[in-house]
Each structure stands twice: as C-alpha cells, then as structure tokens.
C-alpha cells in the first residue's frame, strides 16, 4: 500500500471550512516548534550522538507503539523492554511492521506515518513484506550526519525545548548547549520533584540524602527540605528553566502549620507514615510548590489523574513506564481551593493544568482557568494528544476560557523524531476548530489568522514565560 | 474589524443542513420568547426607569464578562465591583473594550455582538481606538426613549419572564405589573427558598425569623417552617408563579421522619448542627419541596452541582455573583431516588434537571426523564448555554428523552439586553441539529418543523404550566 | 406521513463522505449478522411457533418504547405489563401509534421505521388515524408463515446467535436446535451466573439449592460453589457456548483467601451478610470468574454500573425491566485491578468490558484494552447503542484501542425484529466513521474496506472465540 500524506489531513471535510483551514494551516506550517514540556534528553542533544537502529529509533522508547503491540499479545520482552535479554532490532522492527494495520485510526499512526514520509522518505506502508527494506532504509538514513540530533533540531525548526529533570540532575548537558556558541536553540531544563511528593515510596529518603549531599542542607526535616528545593530551583533558573512539573495521582492541595508538615516528614523519613498522612503530605507539597512558584516565578504544571504501573507483574518484569500507566476520573475544582485561595490572584503564580479524564476540560478547567488570572488550561495531553481529543479540548474549554487562558500545544514525548508530527497534528486541528467558528459565523476570518499564530507562538512564549 | 451579523452564524457548515436549518430557523425567530427562568429584576420592569450607563448595562452585572477579564488579571474594583470604590464606566467601557479579542470563541461575545449589532446599531468590533466612541453611542441609546424596559420587552416580544424570588420578597413589582393595564407581558415570580435548605449558614436564622414576620407562623420548629413556606408558595402562585428554583450543591435528596427532623431544625436554630446533618437537612428539605410540588403542582426547578465563592478572598471583597461559582461532578440517579421513589410517578409532580456538568446529561438526566413522567430534562445551564454545549446537549439526550421531555431554553440571566440573543443562539443550534437529522434521513423534514415550532413553544409552555 | 427508508440514512452529510460511506457500507449490508450477546428465547427459535399480536411483538417486550411511553404518562398496565390484569393488544398499539411522534430523533424510531417498512411493507408513519389499519396490517403478516422465527432467522442473515442463560437453565432448545439438522443456524446459550454474585438477595439461597440439586454439589460451601458453577460451564460449553455475561453494580474485583471468601459465603446462607462484606463477596466472584475464564477460556463480559430496579413502587406493581433501570458513574481502572493483575496478561483470559457511563470509554476502557492482551473494548451498549453514541465511541475508543480490539457491535436485544435494524445502525455509523477518516487522510480508503469488513465478521468472531 502506497504511502502518501494528504496535504489537507486532519482538516475538516466540508469544502469552505477546509478552504479556510488550509490557509489557517499554510501560515503556520512552517512556524519555529515551541516544546514547553517533554521528555528528550538534553544530553542526547548536547552529545549529538547517532541514533542506534530503526527499533531503538521509533519502537522501543515510544509506549505509545508498545502499549498497543502488547495489546495484540506481544511480549515486551519481544520489544526490546527486557532489562536482562536484549532483542534483535531487526526482529523488533519486524514484529512492527507486521502489525501495522493494528494502528489504524491511532495517533501514532499519523506520526509515524508522517516520520517515515517526511524523514526519511519511505513511500510505502509497513508491512511484512517491506519490513526488512524499510529497515535498512531507516537504517542508512541513521548513518548519515542529517540523522544527528542537532541537524534535525535544525531541521524541525525548534525554537525552543524544555526537557524534564530530577532536582538533583546535574543539568551539564544543558550547561553545555547554553555555552556552546554553535548551538542555536534553547534547551531548557524543566524542575520536576516528583520523589519529594511520595513521603510513602521506598525511594524517597534515598531522594533526600541525594538532595542533602547536593545542596550541603540538612533534608532530615520539612524544612530543610524545603530550603534544599527552592535552592535547586533558583540553580535551575539560571540554567534557563522556567517551569515545574508535577504528576501525581490526584490534584489535592492543602494549606499545613509547619509543625504537622515537620511531624509526617520525620514520620515518612522513619518509614512510619499511614497511607492517610502520605496524602496529606503530598497535597501539602502540591501547596508549597505553589507557593515556591509565587515566590520565583516558574510555571508550576500539574498533571494528576495517573495510576501508575497498574500491572505489577509487568511493572515487575520491565520496570516503569512500560505502557501501563493509566488514566483515573480526575476533578480540579476541590482539590486545588485551598492552593487557589492563597495564591491563585498572586500576579507572579502561575499554574498550567493538564487531564487525561477530558470530563474536566469543561467542568474544571476551563471554569478555574476562567476566573483565576493565575491558572491556565493545559493542552490535551498523553492518551489526549490525538486529532479527536484535541478538537473535542477546544470545543471543551473556548466556551469558559476562550484560546488566550490556554496552554499553547505541548508534545510530552520522549520520541525526538515525532516532534514535528505531533506539533503538525495540533496545527491543523486547531486550523479547522478556527474555520470552524469562521464558517459558522462566529470569527471574522481575520482574527482567526490572528489566533493561529499566537496559538504556536505568543501563547506558549506568554504562558511559559519564555520571552 | 467591520462588525456584521452573519445571517446563517451558528448555523451548520455542510451546504444542505444550512438550506435546512435555516428554513427551521426562519420560522422561528420571531417567535415570541418564553423565558421560565431568569433573574431580571422585576422592579425594572415596573419602574420603566432608564438604565445608567453602558458599563451597568452590558458589563459590570455580567459575570460571563466580568470572568474572563478578571481571568486576564483585571482587577474587580476596576470593574465597578468594589462595595466602597465605584469606577468610572467609560473606563470600565474602555478596559472591556480593549480586551475584546480575548472573547474570541466565546459565547459572551457572540450575545454582545448581537447585542451591539441590533441593538445598538453598532458596526465595528470594539478596540481600544473605538471606545469612547462607543460608549457615547450607547449612552446616546440609553437616553432615548426606546431604551426604557419596558419598550424593549415589547420590541424582544417576550410573552412570559419568570423572576427568581426569596419566599419573603414583598412581590410588589409583579402585583403592579399584573395590574398595570397598559403593560401586556407576563413577569412571573418564581419561588427560590435556598436560605431554608442551608441551616449551617449564619443567615439561616435570620431567613426564619424573616419568614415568621411575614407569615405569623412560627418558624422555630420545621413543622412551622415548612407550613409557612407553604403560605409563601400559596402566595406566589397567586401572583403568577408556576415554579419553584433550588440550587444546592449535590442533588442528595432524603426521606425523613417528622421527629429527626425537628431534632435537626433545633439543633439549626441553636447553632450547633454538624455537617453531616446539615447535609441530611438539606437532602430533607429537597424532598419536602418535592411534596410541596405534588400538592400545589409548582413545577420544581432543580440545579446542583456548583461550588459557590471558590474563591474567600474574592468573596471577601466583592460579594458573592463575582465569577468564582465553579461546576462540580453532579450525578442524579442515586442522590434522587428516595424523592422519585415518592413522587415520580405523581401526577400532579413536575422536576426540571439542570446540571454543569455535561456527564449527567446522557447518563442521569436522560434517562431519568425518559422514565418517569414528572422529570424533564433542563437546557443547558450556565456554563452550558452556549453553541457547543447545547447541540452536545441535544445530542446527549435526545436517544432516552427525545425533543417532549427536554425543558425549552432558559436563558437564566440578569442581563436583560442579551435575552434575545441567548434565545436566538438556542433556535439556531436546535435548527441545525434537526437539520442534521433530517439531512441523515432520521427525521422527515415536515416533522422538524412542527418541533422546531414546539421547542420555542409547546414545549416550554407546557413544561412550566404557563397557559 | 409516508414513510420512507433512506438509503443514505445515518451516513455522513458531507458529500464526500457520504460516497464513501456509502461504498463501505454497501459492501456490508449483506453481511451475516453475528450477534454474541443477546436476550431472545431460543426456545422461541426451537418451537417455531407464530408470534402472538403486534403490540406483544413490538412493544411490549421493548423497553426502549416502554420507557418513553411510561414518561409521557401511560400507565404500564395500559402497556400489557400488568402481571394481574391483561391490556388489549388492539388499544395498547393505538397508545403508541397515537404517540409515534413523542420518539422523534430516538433509536426506538430508527428500529421501528426500519421493520415497518422493511419486515411488514408498512409505508407510512404509525398515528391516531392509521392504528388499526396498520395493527391489521402487522396481524396479517404475523399470520403468513414467512412471519415464523426461523424463517426470519434465516431471512435477517443471523449467523450466530448468543442468549443468556441462568447456570441452572436446562438448554434443551439450545440441544434441540443443534441436534435439528433442519436448523442451519448457530444458537448459543451464554453463562450468566449474576444469581451467585448477590449473597445480600432473598433469592440467594434458592440460586443455591437449584445449583445444588441440578449438579448433585453441595453449594452450602463457597468451594462448592465454585466447583458447581464450573460444571455448569463445562456443560455450556458443550452447548457451544464461548462466552459468560455478568451484570454487576459497579466493576469491583478483589482477590480473597477462600477462607475469607467461605466466612462470607457462610453469613450469606444464614442471612447474616452484611452489605459490605456483600460488596467483597461479589467483588471477589468477579475475580472467580475471571479465574474460571483464565481456565476454560470463555470470554467474560462484564457490565458494570446500572442500577436496578430504581422506582421501588413500580418494581412492586410491574416487576423487574420495567424501564428503571438506570445508569450509574461507572470507572474501571482502579477496580479491576486485581484481577488483572492476576489473569490481565493470561494468554486464555479474555474479557470484553460494556458501560453506560460514556465517560469511561476514552478515559478506562480504550486504554484497558490498549495494554492488556485481554481486554477488548465492548461495543455501545443499552442507552448507548444509538447513532449518536456508537459514532462517539469510535471517536473516543480508537485513539487508544484502534479497530482491533473492539468487539464489534452487540445488539443486546430481546426485540428479535429489530435485530437486522440494529446491525444496520452500527454498520452505517461505522461506513460514516471510517469514510471521516477516508476523507480527513487519516486512513487509505482500500484499508477502510478491509476494516468495515472485519468490523462485521472476522472481529466478532475472533473476539468471541466464535470460529
């Protein structure tokens, strides 16, 4: 099957509107990639390395792939996500191409395809016929000096690219880009102190005396901890941050005296806190990351609603984020009032909300981003990220937040090459939302050019602060 | 930007459900406007007095409005919010009017175009430039006789207004206007005892000691109250009203004996009810107004779900009504089944659904109307009311309750100019869902226009015993 | 109103799309129906005896038209479902006949329309004026012979047709029919033990002591239980059965120590078992049943999140499935977790997960069926199994699940007539579907017929273990 891209894919089906799209679409096609939040390795960029085979490329790292191949009964083991048996690269890029028809209608099938296309100029569909020729295909696009990560960031046009790093992340690479005269773009380090959420897990004193031992302050109580935090913050601003992640399993915040924070975090650094106290302890960290954010600045993005690892045996034979972290129901409004009353008219907080239950785009988010100068509506994110989901976030959230209250589009990904895909999909799904409303009367077609552009450009520079 | 109402706006994009739709809106939109809910002060309308300036008109009591700009990090004082610091309305004009584009994609902006348009006779989008050059325009309106409310009643053709009332509103303004010869339309009160199902508010005693003045009845036990709320009722059905509004904030409703309940009444008036029996007061007191409706067949308007003054601070300094009543995830089917086990099957029964949180529509509300008689399934609300949401509504609903057990539109505003409009929007919206059903062959096209007629009409009418 | 089938109905209204709908869905129209999941008689099938009068053939054992009816007034005894005093078949349909237009835009009319004019050549719509003709009309087909269940099973094309089945039922029609060499078609019993999933049920007891004296196994202990619900199985197999059906309040799994599980299992036969111990106890027979699957491969359906039986007085008058059955929030991620744990990844394990909370579909089910090898997504069911929702679940499913680990389409009916109607409706939603996807350049149109294909044959089939 012959593979071609459609120049007008993804916009809508009625003429007038996909007239309108396509020129929406044209004008911003070709606009510099604003990454605010995602998971490449700076190192990978600083180093410029080659990129090892089609398999570790495109298959293995991307969950979005191996989610939906174990899904057929593939063994992750089979996908390369053995920590003890590696696989024959070959035989994983086989063991794909042989499924391709599997990802019909998915999202990381419009990716892919446009990577196979765009990239490297595959003209044919996967399959197991073609599987070995596209393999070695991929295979001598990777031998070539435009296949190194800087000549693609080139490439890709990105502006700039925020990566996702432990506070206690040394962050050289990101030093070194930002003192290399021959690198042009912007590679940010993004704080994410996720351990330091999860007084009950086995790692987290470990996560302490790290964080001891790199800023010479006492962890062993709240406060220090929290001095040791806002330390590595300020480092990691003059390193060109200007955003915190946080992902935990429900949006609860909680106003707390210092005296009962200092009381669990000596229970939880004993290893005697209650799952009841955990909570509280992590919706109290929700609020102090807040009001860190009030104090420095860095856009905190929260992102709840995640249950982990679902599958223990899994989680026990290949280790985390291995395609089994899943959605829950999520609401917003509750959990983040004592967070939003102490902070949210602050004029120096600022907080980005992300869902993977979309229930809450309209019921939440939009309402919350809506009112509170401080919150803004995240883009539509993980199992969200999709043409679908991202018309249905904008006809979800305009109605409360209007395009001004929301993120800009975010790609979240670990797969380097999809980037521009991704951002691609986001464009012309906002393109047709846009000549949607101009055909329904409800947008001069002028201002809809307007909005198009500031939605890859203003809005996320705005939002991010990266201006 | 030259502001001009396109003639089809809302309508659908595909060339034959716009032939259709707009047939089926042609034959309704001068269809005289029934508005069952709403919070238009009847007092305008019996004082005809002119309104003050553009600012008090189009923005300060507009919380659509007053939202978003808030959300853009306007003060409220800046809005005319502030009790001790009024603001200057050309101003207040000025801040709105700059800010306009941030409105794009929202419904607030679709009714002040309208409202600007037709109204106002104005043809440019506002913008900073053009500003005091609208605001004089508007003010030149508002001097003019054609302004006063009462003309613009006539010239809205609104045939039937319901107002929201406190059990102890004194009603003058209706009396006087139902004994006004030269003044044609109905302004109905509606019966809203929200202060007598919140007995661990500091105003719940007050609200009783208020009701007993009136009513000569002792309200210190329930048994008092619910008979004083009774004469209320009696009272407002005698001027007009044919239906009562609860807002709480879940749907809980409670079976109870007469004895707890007095017990809880008690522990009310002295202060010291817990939570949880506040809550069980209140699930009661939904029950009750259940009992009273399948007595003196008031139709019960009923509207869970919201957060009300999300925000202290915010609520501190400007009031309640200031943007931060916020949705919450609302269910039904549990919550009401003690109420309907009771009366859903009455007769003489009638319960109007309203919800903000767009789940319950095809999951509760549905297919609850799509059982018992007495539940209709209420337009979309508040947050809901706008072009996306009403055709999901329509969407949602229509496969358990079809078009006869759904409400009509309510327009639920204080803003009286943008009646028209709000209902405009929900003719259009209805016009191009029926279209698509015709166009899909689902429905012959002569049957859509007989319900067309009936949602602006029939429906609303009968739903809230209005004839 | 004349009456008329569209030939383009439920297709797509963008030209473009509606060719190529039209293309997919013509090439499946003729498909042999394969309905793994239903409600009707195969004793009805095996006899072979003539229905009865219209109105018992298509209203009153269909709740869809019930239901409605019964909101807009009409007393179920006036439906025929009055277990003490009969309605007359004749007035009963001039009741719905006169209210035809009450199910504009409702599944129900879609079903109607299509056996109106495709089963009895009706061609006009029902009203006041033709009822009897038409119940004439209807009387008279039902008196030909062509009007026999099994020459309509062969005239609908039904390939497959699964029932469901209390463990306890005999089978004898099951055998008969598949002992009748006459009898070409495939009619299969399905397991459905609800009875055992409710030790809290008066009928508990007696679902023992049936179990018990059918199987010669003591059921007083949970083991035996257990043992005798195996057999059942094992005989269901030998019917041809190949999958069960389990109906519970919401999805909960729990694994459990027998001992725990006898200790409930014990309260339970004395009457002593408390409503949470009665929630572990069915929590924990959903995991058995998973268990029972993982070893003798059945396909375990399971359908969380209605509520019985809502309007107790109505239950007391009219029995069960009287129309107040009613959905519930429904979440599947955190609840079934330990079972999946334990059977999620077994290569015998299958498991097609139904709901009627949609919200549930992109943010549980499709990432469910995305990981796990033995989940699948189940086709919209019950007050989802309309255009409208079956179109919203493609959208919601694919990003996560794709085509492939989708069900295909359940009809979940005993309204035998409107089998083929229902099929339609899923097939043509599915041709729209796949045609969007054509159109927006998301899929090649060759891969879309494929998949139209398999949507109707090889993906029920494989999905149910049917081959």
Not at 340 to 362: I, K, Q
């Amino acid at each position: 099957m012959r593979l071609e891209l459609d120049p007008d894919r993804l916009l809508p089906a009625d003429p007038d509107e996909r007239r309108i799209a396509r020129e929406l679409h044209a004008a911003v096609v070709d606009a510099p990639i604003v990454s605010p939040h995602g998971h490449v390795d700076a190192a990978m960029i600083a180093e410029d390395a080659p990129f090892e085979d089609p398999a570790d490329l495109l298959i293995v790292p991307d969950h979005y792939v191996l989610r939906l191949l174990h899904a057929h009964g593939v063994d992750l083991a089979d996908l390369g996500r053995s920590p003890s048996s590696p696989a024959d690269p070959r035989q994983i890029w086989r063991t794909f191409a042989e499924r391709w028809h599997l990802f019909a209608g998915t999202p990381a099938r419009l990716w892919l395809e446009d990577t196979l296309a765009s990239v490297f100029g595959v003209r044919e569909h996967p399959s197991a016929a073609n599987a070995d020729e596209l393999f070695d295909t991929i295979s001598a696009w990777i031998a070539s000096p435009e296949s190194r990560p800087r000549a693609l960031f080139e490439r890709f046009r990105i502006d700039v690219l925020a990566t996702t790093d432990d506070p206690t992340a040394d962050l050289d690479a990101h030093a070194e880009l930002r003192a290399d005269p021959t690198f042009a773009g912007r590679v940010l380090p993004t704080f994410r102190a996720d351990r330091y959420f999860a007084p009950e897990a086995q790692g987290f004193t470990t996560a302490l005396s790290e964080l001891s031992s790199l800023t010479g302050i006492d962890c062993g109580s709240a406060a220090g901890m929290l001095r040791a935090l806002e330390t590595r913050r300020a480092h990691f601003r003059q390193l060109g941050a200007t955003a915190t992640d946080t992902g935990v399993v429900d949006a609860a915040s909680l106003r707390m005296d210092l005296s009962e924070f200092e009381r669990l975090h000596r229970a939880a650094v004993y290893g005697e806190i209650t799952p009841t106290e955990a909570a509280r302890y992590r919706a109290h960290m929700v609020w102090q990351s807040a009001r860190m954010s009030s104090e420095d600045g860095l856009v905190m993005q929260l992102h709840p609603g995640v249950l982990r690892n679902h599958h223990r045996p899994t989680l026990d034979r290949f280790g985390p984020d291995t395609g089994h972290d899943l959605p829950l129901p999520t609401e917003f409004t509750r959990p983040l009032r004592d967070l939003l009353e102490d902070f949210g008219t602050n004029g120096r907080f600022r907080m980005v909300l992300f869902t993977v239950d979309e229930t809450s785009f309209a019921r939440d988010i939009a309402p919350l981003a809506g009112f509170y100068p401080s919150v803004y509506a995240g883009a539509p994110w993980w199992f969200l990220d999709t043409p679908a989901a991202i018309r249905r976030y904008r006809e979800a959230v305009t109605d409360a937040a209007g395009f001004f209250k929301t993120s800009g589009f975010i790609d979240d990904t670990r797969a380097f090459l999809s980037i521009p895909a991704r951002h691609d999909v986001s464009r012309r799904i906002d393109a047709g939302y846009l000549a949607s409303l101009v055909v329904r009367g409800q947008l001069p077609e002028e201002e809809a050019h307007h909005i198009a552009q500031d939605l890859v450009s203003t809005i996320p520079r705005s939002v991010f602060r990266l201006d």
